[in-house]
């Protein structure tokens, strides 16, 4: 047994005391925490710009905020949510504390540009905020020109540099796991032998080296024209606006693949985890990975097919974009025959992921529909746009994440969480999310448009039933905080592997050790080899 | 060789296992950070491919306006401190202590040298009022209807060259950095891997220059015009 | 139009196309979320943990399985891709007979000229049965028009012409609305499109002419900024004439051809110099700055007026003259 109390040893948090310890840190499990404490405050600002959109939908009037107000909430609604919680989110916080340990490594390739990275993540949050503050931005979080350029009286060059900085973030840590996952396994462990939670954080890692880049480079010229009135978007030179949305989405649609592919790797993790059986089809499962990051580079026009791109590139488009569409039918199928014939427990994180499994279906499916051009010319820039890409990223990536954050808890803290609360909230955050947004796809189809502060009074009753669900929501994510930072204090004593799970991180102590291992581990099976973890009777739970 | 063996153990990190480890990691992660770069250039270059396949002539037109000669200079002068810089890691190689610090000093003068020159053209654009944004811009050879597209090219040129110029700027911070570190007596034979990876920066940039200048300067250029 | 409803109405030729392509995919995707939704919960159920040490046999994949579960959906998704692709052809290309109707779109609020000159303004009139063209232009940002009942959208930027069409099936009042985010007032850019038997429709075109037809208007505009001077109907002027112009070939020099559509038309008005005509020299000066998108229009209406037209019987009906309404008067 390897239960022990979190006062007697020392381990990674009382491994130093004070603000020095935490803000010069070079473990990454506490450069983990750091960003989980700063994603932590932009979903709650971007929740509270969410909360006050769904209270002024209620009406079919613009009466709550101003037109000029409710589009800067929107906007800052989505820069906070994606850039600041959404994108860092699974890698940044799960992802910097363990993929070092499933991999046997004692840290990152660089520990000083991790702790860069989030120091850069908090300079650009930093912006972002003033800019927020300071009167907000209203051009949609998509910046499109000339409204960005030449019309918008907002703070548009504050936030474009707050997305800025918090690119480059995003680059390094991606580049960081890139050479982690490379040239850091220990002896035995081979590609083959990692965990699909790193098969998926390293190909999230590519999109994010090769993708983000292109919004910078977007953004800068985005900036030149605004100050310096440089003319590279301007119609009436003979720029081009619709050049923009081009480099624009060719980042921002590999974008969605890096919110979505680590939660996926999560759910990897739990599903096994929680049936006590490998993952079905697994190297089918990791290439499924890789093949979502390449075939998310080509397919971004299908954003721009009413935009006045040609009709063949349409064409194009809608093609690959259903090619994209099978590796993530793929790890759907493999997950659900890895329940086949398991040992199934409902601990939270797998309610958290069979609620994954459920949405993302039909987030992915409601897809199938915008890359087919005939009926995404009536759909797109509509609610069922949106509802599709909330069922992904909250219905999905959320859940994964709530779930991983719940299943790690007790290795990240040496705490347990209280499983009643936590299967409650799971199941209020299920129903709530439904309610929210499964009414929107009826709204996007019906042809209410997207970033409408108000709308004719024959939808309103579909918009008061979204308010309603996001009001149960809200509550919804109100009980985690409570009940996480609970735990700290009075929540049971962790033992080293509360699940019986496989993976390095749960042979190691709760919470690690500074280095993360006493020993560097010699790899000798594969990822979800449970033959020997219940060899070695691991007290549970 | 006991002073390298020391060399190697203070420069290793504790997160690697052994050196080779760490600068096959720092190889592999500068690598990494070029090929961003290229993406980050590349959205530029997308942007000029639309734009000159849209006004071939005007494009033309306007790219004959900058000086060519001074811009192969520049070329060369850059060449030249790829040169140095090379030789700068060659000096790492051997460990010749002197040397790193020679050549690295070499490679940010040439720097430099290609900043000023860069100063002046960008000044002689100003005087000539080909700064696009501006009320005064006029280029010639090209009718009203076309000033506008011709300000295209010029917000290209602008922001291209003045993207390369910061990364110019960065190269020419870290090279003081390193020279400040080279004559502590940080590098020798055993650890100079700042130098070398510094150095693939520095080609990079280079290399950058190499496909702005035909592309920016030499477009329908025939040699004695 | 209050009324709460599930289902928008069908209100052109491609409504319904769109709908059947809709709910075969609602049914693949019904099928797979109670396939996926139902494997979950019995799995989930039938191999719940019974004791603490149970140990799972571990089922080995295969490539069967695997090639199956992934052929079966692409072929289902290429069957998408297909339909999705014929639906979108059949709503991308307006038949030649179509009518034509302009629309600028300017923060905030559509303005739309038809061709006997009558305006509107957030509001088309159009009569049911007859295919309509709307060609587009922004004066200011980017904009969308979209008409739900219709199932059409096409982004309006500037700086070009963009076109959608359609053939309204149904009498009726339908929403238009901007679906491209331009600002402040984005969401009151919203209007009505009237749908009309014909005979109501002639009836309003009548009663609503006032100030010419499009092409009269631009025939005023064409004198006045002494287009004429140059553009001379017999062609002894410096500048081709624009006389059985509209829908030709145009030879330019340097090699290449284009055709005079309103593209060109509006292009050689704003930006004369990048296409240049064989044969001449380029001399046209530039009118942007002069003529407002509105105007554009009414010129390019005047030069199409001027030039061949295919004769269709809607064309042969639309110049006999009708009792009651504006006819551009044509050369």
Redesign the interface.
């Given at each position: 047994m390897i239960t022990t109390a979190v006062q007697e040893r020392e381990h990674y948090l009382n491994a130093g005391y004070g603000l020095k310890s935490w803000l010069l840190t070079k473990d990454h499990k506490r450069i983990g925490l750091l960003y989980l404490a700063t994603i932590t405050l932009f979903f709650f600002l971007g929740g509270a710009f969410a909360t006050l959109i769904r209270v002024e939908l209620l009406t079919p009037q613009g009466d709550l905020v101003s037109s000029e107000t409710y589009n800067k909430l929107f906007t800052m609604h989505a820069v906070a949510m994606i850039f600041f919680f959404m994108i860092p989110s699974i890698p940044a916080v799960l992802g910097n504390f363990f993929l070092p340990i499933m991999i046997g490594a004692r840290d990152l390739a660089f520990p000083k540009i991790n702790l860069l990275s989030w120091y850069l993540l908090v300079a650009g949050g930093l912006f972002s905020l003033f800019a927020m503050i300071a009167g907000g931005v209203d051009t949609g979080w998509t910046f499109y020109t000339p409204y960005s350029t030449s019309y918008s009286n907002g703070w548009v060059i504050a936030t474009a540099l707050g997305i800025f900085i918090a690119g480059f973030s995003s680059i390094l840590t991606g580049l960081n796991f890139i050479v982690t996952v490379h040239r850091m396994r220990a002896p035995g462990m081979t590609w083959f032998r990692l965990p699909l939670f790193v098969w998926s954080n390293y190909a999230t890692s590519l999109i994010q080296v090769l993708g983000t880049p292109v919004l910078a480079v977007t953004i800068v010229l985005l900036f030149v024209e605004r100050v310096f009135h440089l003319g590279i978007f301007d119609p009436a030179r003979g720029g081009d606006p619709v050049l923009f949305q081009h480099l624009f989405w060719f980042y921002s649609h590999p974008a969605v693949y890096i919110m979505v592919l680590p939660a996926m790797g999560v759910i990897s993790e739990l599903i096994s985890a929680y049936s006590r059986k490998p993952v079905f089809g697994y190297s089918f499962v990791a290439f499924s990975s890789v093949a979502i990051a390449v075939l998310g580079f080509l397919v971004w026009g299908h954003h721009l097919f009413v935009s006045g791109q040609s009709l063949y590139a349409g064409l194009v488009f809608s093609f690959l974009s259903y090619f994209v569409a099978i590796p993530s039918a793929i790890k759907v199928f493999n997950w659900t025959a890895t329940l086949y014939k398991g040992s199934i427990t409902y601990h939270t994180p797998m309610l958290y992921a069979f609620g994954f499994i459920g949405l993302f279906t039909v987030g992915g499916l409601t897809g199938l529909f915008l890359a087919a051009l005939g009926i995404d010319v009536h759909v797109t820039d509509t609610y069922f746009v949106v509802a599709h890409f909330h069922y992904i990223m909250v219905g999905g990536t959320i859940m994964a994440y709530l779930g991983g954050l719940h299943y790690w808890w007790p290795k990240m803290t040496g705490r347990m969480y209280p499983e009643g609360w936590a299967r409650l909230s799971a199941l209020v955050i299920f129903l709530g999310f439904n309610l929210t947004f499964f009414p929107q796809f009826i709204l996007g189809y019906l042809g209410m448009p997207r970033r409408y502060h108000a709308y004719p009074e024959e939808f309103q009753v579909l918009n008061v039933l979204s308010t309603a669900g996001a009001s149960v929501l809200a509550v919804g994510y109100l009980m985690p905080m409570i009940y996480f930072i609970w735990s700290l204090r009075y929540g049971k004593i962790a033992p080293a592997n509360p699940w019986g799970a496989t993976g390095l991180e749960w042979r190691t102590a709760s919470p690690p050790p500074l280095h993360n291992f006493d020993e560097t581990p010699i790899v000798t099976h594969g990822a979800y080899d449970y033959t020997t973890v219940m060899g070695e009777e691991i007290e549970v739970g | 060789m006991a002073e390298h063996a020391q060399a190697e153990s203070l420069a290793l990190?504790?997160?690697?296992?052994t050196a080779e480890?760490q600068k096959?990691?720092s190889t592999?992660?500068m690598w990494?950070?070029l090929?961003?770069?290229i993406?980050?250039?590349?959205?530029?270059f997308?942007?000029y491919t639309?734009?000159r396949t849209?006004?071939p002539t005007v494009f033309a037109v306007a790219s004959t306006s900058l000086n060519a000669p001074i811009g192969a200079a520049n070329t060369c002068i850059l060449l030249f401190s790829s040169f140095t810089m090379v030789m700068a890691v060659r000096a790492g190689q051997l460990g010749h202590q002197k040397m790193i610090v020679l050549f690295l000093v070499l490679t940010l003068l040439f720097g430099f040298a290609f900043l000023g020159v860069k100063a002046v053209e960008w000044n002689e654009k100003f005087e000539e009022h080909h700064i696009?944004?501006?009320a005064a811009f006029h280029l010639e050879g090209?009718?009203?209807?076309?000033q506008?597209?011709a300000?295209?090219f010029?917000?290209?040129y602008?922001?291209m060259t003045?993207?390369h110029a910061l990364h110019m700027v960065i190269g020419a911070g870290i090279l003081m950095v390193l020279i400040w570190q080279a004559r502590k007596g940080r590098f020798h034979a055993a650890y100079y891997t700042p130098v070398d990876v510094a150095g693939l920066y520095w080609h990079f940039v280079d290399i950058i220059w190499i496909f702005l200048f035909p592309l920016l300067y030499l477009i329908d250029r025939h040699l004695g015009k | 139009m209050g009324e709460f409803q599930l289902f928008p109405v069908q209100a052109s030729s491609l409504a319904p196309e769109v709908d059947h392509l809709l709910y075969f995919l609602l049914a693949v995707t019904v099928f797979f979320t109670l396939l996926i939704f139902g494997a979950i919960f019995y799995f989930a159920i039938r191999y719940r943990r019974r004791s603490e040490k149970e140990l799972p046999h571990v089922v080995h994949g295969g490539y069967t399985l695997e090639i199956l579960w992934s052929v079966i959906p692409f072929g289902l998704t290429m069957v998408m891709f297909t339909w999705g692709a014929s639906v979108f052809f059949a709503g991308a290309r307006p038949p030649d007979n179509a009518m034509q109707i302009y629309a600028v779109g300017k923060q905030w609020m559509w303005k739309l000229e038809h061709m006997e000159g009558v305006r509107e303004i957030n509001e088309l009139h159009v009569p049911v049965g007859r295919p309509i063209r709307i060609t587009m232009a922004s004066e200011d940002v980017i904009h969308s028009f979209y008409v739900p009942a219709f199932r059409t959208k096409q982004d309006v930027v500037p700086g070009r012409y963009t076109t959608t069409w359609f053939t309204p099936t149904k009498v009726g009042k339908y929403h238009l609305f901007c679906a491209e985010y331009c600002g402040t007032r984005h969401s009151g850019m919203i209007g009505w499109v009237y749908v009309m038997e014909p005979r109501d429709y002639e009836n309003w075109l009548g009663g609503g002419a006032v100030g010419g037809s499009l092409a009269e208007n631009g025939k005023l505009l064409f004198e006045q900024l002494a287009c004429s001077n140059c553009h001379k109907d017999d062609n002894s002027g410096r500048c081709p004439t624009l006389v059985g112009l509209f829908g030709k070939d145009v030879q330019l020099s340097g090699g290449g051809r284009v055709k005079a559509d309103e593209a060109y038309l509006r292009e050689s008005i704003l930006q004369p110099q990048a296409k240049i005509v064989a044969g001449y020299e380029p001399v046209m000066p530039t009118f942007t700055g002069l003529v407002n998108e509105d105007q554009v229009v009414q010129l390019v209406e005047y030069v199409k007026s001027l030039g061949p037209k295919p004769v269709t019987p809607a064309n042969a009906a639309a110049a006999a003259p009708r009792a009651g309404s504006a006819v551009p008067a044509k050369k």
């Open positions: - | 990190r504790v997160q690697f296992d480890q096959d990691a592999l992660g990494i950070f090929i961003t770069e993406m980050f250039f590349g959205g530029m997308a942007a639309v734009y849209w006004y696009p944004g501006q090209l009718p009203a209807t076309q506008g597209n300000q295209l010029f917000s290209l602008f922001a003045g993207l | -």
